[in-house]
């Protein structure tokens, strides 16, 4: 994969990485996870399920913003998604407004890398390719990166990632504003592309690599140079053909006449296709003046839509905008960018049927959008939502991953905004295997989303395989980070048979076989290890240790709960449930101390419960028996 070794190599001209954030149209999570976060980490690609964890544990460790936006039409059902990484599907209509903007039919389209380390280096790099197989390896693609080190560039950036979501935080820095080397043009900026090709005044000459073409192409380069002011203004264009001959637009009398005055001219590729390659989805234009040439690198496609720059505010007309992007800069000679010229005839041009099959058909959205969050801290989902399209309609519901009942969707009537839907806790942690909501309507789903993880460095992926071995890992003091005897949580380690994997215990139940000592000695260490974190002061780590790390308090008593399910009321497992009570009580003490100086790592009630455990009936004696009971409950801090 050519791109995925440029890709390395920018990575390589920076120090730590602090921010990779993506942009595509059609999005392959998998490609991502299994090709594109080992390339940022510095890995391999992983080989099996225990990997991906490994892979989001050093995303974690590393402190990397990693984020893909993504059209949300684009976003199928079948998508497999294995880590917890930041993907945020993007639906137009609720961007900022850009002029063109057509909420029903423009698209998602930009394709752009953004990377930056540490130390502030940035490195930009936007062109053709999705994140995809397709896009990085298979097809013929087009990228250009660029270092930001001037002002403009760096306004740019920050207009076209906030445009997208306003929540992005950018530092305000002082850059030189000498650089017109190059410049980031995109649909949310102040020039667009046909604007930016006219730096070299009106060119004469237009020369374009475009896979999709404008569906009457006469039209369209007609429109163009009336956009240009370039009234004598000649097309060259090198495009990919269907099974390798079919041009895709049709044929008219318009096009035969542009093709017989020269006027339009088509061109071989000039770089020979690998017989692996699948397309060439490259989309370069090139516009050649008095003054020189402009080169432009994006995801600009040679369609209306796709050049982002003929639409008006309205869509009255029948024309719209794609939300594109991608980087033009000057160039003083005049590359060759074209092989041989051939003339098509009307044999060459797709015919109405293929072009209906070769088009774009992105499914229907709702009439409203809903941004699902979930919280891996507070452990609850947060549901914003508004209403576009027609009169608001209280029928449909959301179905949640490890929330039995359907939530109502209530909307408002008059600001079209969703009603105030309160932090919804789920009983398990489903969304480790199932990342999508849906919704219904009528009782029949009509879509379903991709549900936006945040602080995932809370999330529990891996636990110990029974409660012996979790005890045992107490008595030893070991580190649950690298512990052997870590795996990964019951519900993960077939992740084929992922829809399945909550139906059967959470939990291996085996027979456990340890002496009173034993279990004493291990909860000790483990009252040990919480008290080590008072001296640390952090909410944050006490909150891990209780609630996330391999062998944690929520983990044990978990354990502990399954085991009294299938054994006797026996003295050793009174013990047990108490031992494990008392544990959660000593930190709710440390984290009630601890919070008085961090207030941002709050605990809600609803975890805390999933500390506690029931204690068995233990049989009771004569009232000496009792009162030795309630002497062991006192010096254990047991509540009885």
């Not at 530092?171 to 592309?193: A, C, I, M, Y």
Request: glycine residues 6%.
């Amino acid at each position: 994969m050519k791109l995925m070794a440029e890709f390395k190599k920018q990575l390589e001209q920076l120090s730590k990485i602090k921010r990779v954030w993506l942009t595509t149209f059609n999005l392959d999570i998998s490609f991502v996870e299994t090709h594109v976060l080992p390339a940022v980490l510095g890995g391999d690609p992983p080989r099996n399920r225990m990997d991906y964890e490994t892979l989001q544990l050093a995303l974690q460790d590393n402190g990397i913003d990693f984020r893909v936006f993504c059209d949300k039409r684009m976003l199928g059902a079948e998508q497999h998604k294995r880590t917890a990484i930041h993907v945020q599907p993007v639906a137009v209509r609720s961007l900022k407004a850009f002029a063109g903007m057509s909420p029903k039919n423009s698209l998602f389209h930009p394709k752009v890398i953004y990377l930056e380390d540490v130390n502030g280096k940035m490195i930009l790099g936007a062109g053709s390719a999705n994140l995809t197989i397709s896009g990085w390896g298979r097809n013929q693609e087009a990228m250009d990166f660029r270092e930001v080190n001037s002002q403009k560039r760096y306004e740019q950036i920050e207009a076209f990632f906030t445009s997208i979501d306003p929540s992005l935080q950018f530092q305000k820095r002082t850059l030189p504003q000498n650089d017109n080397s190059w410049n980031f043009v995109h649909s949310f900026g102040e020039r667009n592309l046909l604007g930016s090709l006219r730096d070299s005044g009106a060119p004469n000459r237009l020369t374009v690599w475009s896979p999709y073409l404008s569906s009457d192409l006469p039209a369209f380069i007609s429109a163009l140079r009336d956009h240009l002011e370039a009234p004598h203004l000649t097309v060259n264009l090198v495009t990919d053909r269907i099974d390798g001959r079919y041009i895709r637009t049709g044929w008219s009398e318009a096009m035969e006449t542009m093709l017989k005055s020269g006027q339009l001219k088509f061109f071989e590729n000039p770089s020979p296709k690998h017989d692996c390659t699948e397309m060439t989805h490259a989309k370069i234009w090139m516009a050649e003046g008095q003054k020189g040439s402009v080169i432009a690198i994006g995801s600009w496609n040679f369609t209306t839509p796709g050049c982002a720059s003929l639409a008006v505010a309205t869509e009255d007309d029948g024309r719209w905008n794609n939300v594109e992007a991608g980087i033009v800069h000057p160039c003083d000679s005049r590359p060759k960018i074209t092989g041989a010229a051939y003339m098509p005839d009307a044999q060459d041009f797709a015919s109405a049927q293929m072009l209906e099959e070769e088009g774009i058909d992105p499914p229907e959205l709702p009439p409203f959008d809903l941004t699902v969050t979930y919280d891996w801290q507070q452990g609850c989902y947060q549901v914003d939502g508004k209403w576009h399209e027609g009169a608001v309609d209280d029928g449909y519901w959301l179905k949640l991953p490890g929330v039995d009942a359907p939530v109502a969707l209530k909307w408002k009537p008059r600001k079209k905004s969703l009603e105030p839907v309160k932090d919804i806790i789920p009983e398990s942690d489903a969304l480790l295997t199932d990342h999508f909501y849906r919704i219904e309507y009528q009782g029949e789903v009509r879509f379903q989303g991709l549900i936006i993880e945040k602080r995932a460095e809370f999330r529990r992926a891996q636990s110990y395989g029974s409660l012996q071995e979790l005890l045992n890992s107490y008595v030893s003091e070991a580190d649950p980070k690298t512990n052997d005897s870590v795996g990964l949580r019951h519900c993960l380690r077939n992740m084929d048979e992922a829809d399945q994997g909550w139906l059967a215990s959470e939990l291996d139940v085996q027979e456990v076989s340890i002496s009173y000592f034993r279990l004493f000695y291990a909860m000790q260490e483990y009252r040990k290890r919480l008290e080590s974190l008072k001296e640390q002061n952090s909410a944050a780590e006490l909150h891990k240790w209780l609630f996330v790390y391999p062998g944690c308090l929520q983990e044990l008593a978990e354990k502990v709960r399954e085991h009294l399910k299938t054994s006797d009321a026996t003295g050793f497992n009174w013990f047990l449930a108490n031992e494990v009570n008392a544990l959660g009580e000593f930190a709710r003490k440390i984290y009630q101390r601890q919070q008085c100086s961090d207030s941002t790592s709050k605990i809600e009630r609803h975890k805390w419960k999933r500390l506690a455990v029931v204690v068995p009936e233990l049989p009771m004696g004569d009232g000496r028996r009792e009162a030795y009971i309630a002497l062991i409950g006192k010096e254990n801090g047991y509540v009885l």
